[in-house]
């Protein structure tokens, strides 16, 4: 009986004291898969810019420039292209507060799926600030991965965002250079 009570106060402790995942950790182990769902959080046109990176990288991905929760049926990874756009709000015949609503809405979905997200910002300073920074906030704090063209990082906002969240992010000089960070997340 002495020798179970040891055993299992010492199983007890080792339990006790062996580390949790940090949550740098957690986020490194996350693997990112296919089929993807690519949408916009604001309507810009950069969301098509995106698609094409992931066609050069011969990505399964799908563009939903207004997904909706149901669209993330059997979607592995959702990539989140932030960016206001008044004319593409027009275009999509939405307010800003409804493509807030449905962003929020697939994230949260998106979330609760334990579906990763990758933010990929390739809009530089015209995608930032005033209207943009409201998508570009919910999509970088809910995002496993952030790719940022450097315009938009000048002043450290995605940075100061990954660092608090622990998210690991790749900031590449030119549009055209987000395409290899992207395919690499897929590579097995």
Partial sequence: MKTILTTLCALMLIVALAPALSAEEE???VAFEQPIL????GQSAD???VAMLAKKQKLDATVAEMAQPAD???VKTLVIVPGFSSKGLGAAGVSQKEEMERVEALVQAANEAKIPIVMVH???NARRGGQSDGFN???AE??????VVAQGDEDKFFSQIAGEK????EVVDKIALAAAPLGKLFAK
């Fill in 142 to 147: 809910n995002s496993a991965h952030m790719i």
């Fill in 122 to 124: 390739i809009g530089g």
């Fill in 47 to 49: 969301v098509k810019l």
């Fill in 72 to 74: 993330l049926g059997n």
């Fill in 137 to 139: 906030k919910i999509a």
């Fill in 38 to 41: 690519i949408s916009s959080a």
């Fill in 166 to 169: 622990k998210i690991e992010i």
């Fill in 27 to 29: 986020k490194a182990a």
